[in-house]
């Protein structure tokens, strides 16, 4: 039978409730994340369940277990406390668990080994995870059971495999801070799978006693740590050594003696990726091993490697090997197959084959390359005169000129580079370009010519240079581009421009600048590989990056935002001449509609009716214009306005009506006397009932109300007064039902005898 309790509803009461305590196999106890008193279980509190296997107690906070707590639970074989914050355990906590097999202390304060676990005699798994244990101490060493111990998430430093059991198969120390390994022979000799990920570890040993590892080892994970050297021969002693997993360290170069195995029958599966490894030759060998017992790699398509001069170039493995692009430096380098290695000196200066190294420059070459295949050769010379330019090798495939004080003279005796793909003339001061120099290298792919002077570029400058994909011109002075630099552009796949000397400006909407139209109107914005950092000045907002004035960008400060246009009513006056000829179309129109609609009215209105209407448009209308909230200039403009579908008499119009409408200037000119609010200028149609239009009638709003506090203060009152008598008749009526009511009911009520009942003999 299994039990789940709440740690609140433990107690020795409840537990002896229990009518077949024999029964019960399984306890598990678990408390809420927001559990946060802190409790003291009982004595013997399982006393009565003497055949329990299993005992789970998870989250629930135990400020201290008494000694015999566990007491009569001999069958227990499982026992699980964690996360309960425990800061020690009693010596004779587990005296009573004599067959204890699994034991879970994870998630608790530990500082140390308990000394209790020296009595489990028949341990075998410990998991002590998630503690803050510092170092480990002698307690586990005479449990020959033991075979499974965790202390992952700790504080360890340092780790003596002469402190564990003998019999140990598993250990996992993983995510400590662990810098140090002492092993001898006679220590773990049993130690089948090692967990040392995410420590602090360096550097693996091939002899002595630090840092080298335990001999019998199937399964050793190294990984997350900062490794950066093995030395040769570091697991050599490691004849089962079957997986090894070295994964995100700080390993640079490794050799291949330095995983050599001495395994005769498979090969060690090895993991090395997210390393920052070089591409140089003493990582060649990764694929394309010398010996039968190299490691296997088994995440080779996820290794990548980076040049030798500049780490964010970064290639597969694999990739690097198709382009030949693991390097060997080299003082001097005559290839496999050169004939011009028997001539003299003279002779073999002039053979692509054969490779002298300027003096104070440093050289590489592609690993396995020769004669019928030269491969990459790599010339690096930071600070060296110009006119030393002559010695670099005709073979060179990319130059490296950092600081090298640009001069033209230096250049031309470079001579002419026919593989020449990459130039760095980085730091030169170097304020313009001779193409007819650059013209010697007809194969230049990538000119890197950052921090420099140069104002500006021109498409003449490269224009011979067909094969130029990259150009690096972060940190110069760059004046604003012009349409024959931004033709150079187009050409090109991959520019730098970052750096806060270019004075580029830029603009919103309208105002957008050349640079800025070729970015985001021609899609080139991912040309510029850094235009987070290029930097322009913009009227409005100062200094910003290039990429905020990308409208379509969700950073942007140039955003299109929808104008709104409002349009003020004012007062304006119609008139006949102010009606073209092409609006008595609407005037037809208008006048059938009224025709139509006053076919069923009466046409015999009197004339002192239609006056009537007049003077009180009229009078609307003067009260309109000369209202201040309507700010009507002085000499209103003269406009054309089509009223809305008004009529058109049959006879001459005689009267007029001042119609609201907006207002829509125009360039003509109206004199003030055309202004005036004269009958003459008015007029309408003596048949029509009313007056058509489009304004409404200007109406004053009503005064507001006088406001009396007295009355709302004389209705708060009587409305209190009605919650009183509400809640004393509530009151009168809870008392007489509770108290005065059933008092008299038990006063009135007569005892009657059941027929059931024995009468006594005398009728007493």
């Known amino acids: 039978m299994h039990l789940n309790c709440k740690w609140t509803q433990i107690n020795s009461s409840n537990l002896e409730s229990i009518r077949d305590p024999d029964i019960v196999r399984t306890l598990t106890i678990k408390c809420s994340h927001r559990f946060g008193q802190r409790t003291n279980p009982p004595s013997r509190l399982f006393a009565r369940l003497r055949y329990l296997d299993r005992l789970e107690i998870d989250r629930c906070r135990i400020e201290k277990l008494p000694n015999d707590v566990f007491y009569g639970m001999n069958f227990l074989y ?78 360890i ?36 799978r090692l967990d040392l990920s995410m420590n602090q570890l360096d550097y693996i040993a091939s002899s002595g006693s630090v ?81 039968k017992s190299s490691p296997v790699i088994n995440d080779i398509r996820n290794v990548t490697c980076s040049h030798v001069l500049d780490e964010s170039r970064k290639l597969s493995l694999l990739d690097a090997d198709l382009v030949s692009g693991f390097l060997c430096k080299y003082d001097s380098n005559c ?40 491969g990459q050769n790599v010339v690096s010379c930071s600070n060296v005169r110009m006119n030393r330019m002559k010695y670099v090798p005709d073979s060179v495939t990319e130059l490296h000129l950092v600081g090298s004080m640009w001069r033209d003279k230096g250049l031309a005796e470079l001579g002419r580079k026919q593989y020449l793909t990459v130039l760095n003339l980085s730091e030169s001061s170097i304020t313009y370009l001779n193409n007819t120099l650059l013209n010697q290298f007809p194969k230049l792919s990538t000119l890197d010519l950052s921090s420099n002077r140069l104002k500006t570029i021109r498409k003449s400058d490269l224009k011979d240079l067909d094969f130029l994909r990259t150009l690096n011109l972060q940190n110069n002075e760059l ?25 580029f400006a830029c603009g919103c909407d309208q105002n957008l600048t050349l640079f800025q139209k070729w970015l985001f109107e021609n899609e080139n914005a991912e040309k510029i590989k850094d235009l987070n950092h290029v930097v322009c000045l913009n009227p409005i907002h100062g200094l910003i990056t290039m990429d905020q004035t990308n409208f379509k960008s969700s ?54 009716t239609l006056s009537t209407t007049i003077t009180t448009t009229l009078t609307t209308v003067a009260n309109v214009i000369t209202d201040s909230s309507y700010d009507v200039p002085t000499k209103p403009p003269k406009v054309q306005l089509i009223p809305n579908l008004p009529t058109k008499p049959d006879v001459p119009l005689t009267k007029a009506a001042v119609t609201l409408l907006p207002i829509k200037e125009t360039k003509s000119k109206v004199s003030a006397e055309d202004s005036s609010l004269s009958e003459e200028n008015f007029y309408m149609n003596l048949n029509s009932k009313a007056i058509r239009t489009i304004s409404k009638e ?62 006594p003999l005398n009728n007493r």
């Open 211 to 291: 840092n080298q590892l335990p001999a019998h080892l199937n399964v050793l994970d190294l990984s997350d740590n900062l490794i950066s050297q093995i030395q040769e021969g570091a697991f050599k002693h490691m004849s089962s050594l079957a997986l090894l997993d070295l994964r995100n360290n700080s390993l640079t170069e490794i050799s291949e003696d330095s995983l050599e195995v001495n395994r005769t029958k498979f090969r060690v599966e090895l993991f090395l990726a997210k390393n920052p490894l070089k591409c140089i030759c003493e990582n060649h060998w990764i694929l394309h091993p010398k010996s």
């Open 555 to 608: 950073k942007s400060v140039c955003r299109k935002q929808e104008k709104t246009t409002t349009t003020t009513e004012k007062p304006v006056m119609f008139t006949k001449a102010d009606v073209s000829d092409d609006d008595d179309d609407y005037m037809e129109k208008d006048a059938e509609f009224s025709n139509k609609s006053d076919e069923n009215k009466q046409d015999d209105q009197s004339n002192e």
């Open 335 to 374: 290839l496999e197959g050169c004939k011009c290695c028997a001539k003299q000196d003279e002779e073999k200066n002039k053979c692509n084959c054969y490779r002298v190294c300027p003096s104070g420059c440093t050289c590489w070459a592609s690993a396995g390359s020769h004669a019928q295949k030269l």
């Open 698 to 759: 200007h109406t004053t709003p009503a005064p507001r109300k006088d406001y009396n506090p007295q009355s709302v203060f004389s209705i708060l009152i009587v409305f209190l007064l009605f919650v009183v008598i509400i809640l004393i008749c509530a009151i009168i009526s809870t008392v007489y039902y509770r108290m005065i009511r059933p008092g008299r009911y038990n006063a009135q009520k007569v005892h009657a005898p059941s027929q059931d009942e024995e009468i």
């Open 157 to 192: 430093e340092t780790v003596d495999f002469r402190r564990l059991p003998k019999n140990l198969t598993d250990l996992n120390l993983k995510n400590n801070r662990i810098k140090t390994l002492h092993s001898f022979a006679e220590s773990a000799t049993n130690l089948k």
């Open 78 to 155: 499982s026992l699980i406390i964690k996360n309960a914050d425990l800061k020690d355990i009693p010596a004779n906590a587990f005296e009573h668990l004599t067959n204890l097999m699994s034991l879970d202390l994870s998630g608790n304060k530990l500082r140390i080994e308990p000394q209790a676990l020296a009595s489990l005699k028949n341990l075998l798994q410990l998991d002590l995870s998630n503690n803050s244990i510092g170092y480990l101490s002698n307690v586990l060493t005479d449990l020959e059971k033991l075979k499974v111990v965790s202390f992952s998430n700790n504080l």
């Open 479 to 503: 004046e604003e581009l012009q349409q024959d630099t931004l033709e150079l552009f187009d050409d090109l796949q991959s520019i730098h421009l970052g750096g806060n000397r270019s004075n």
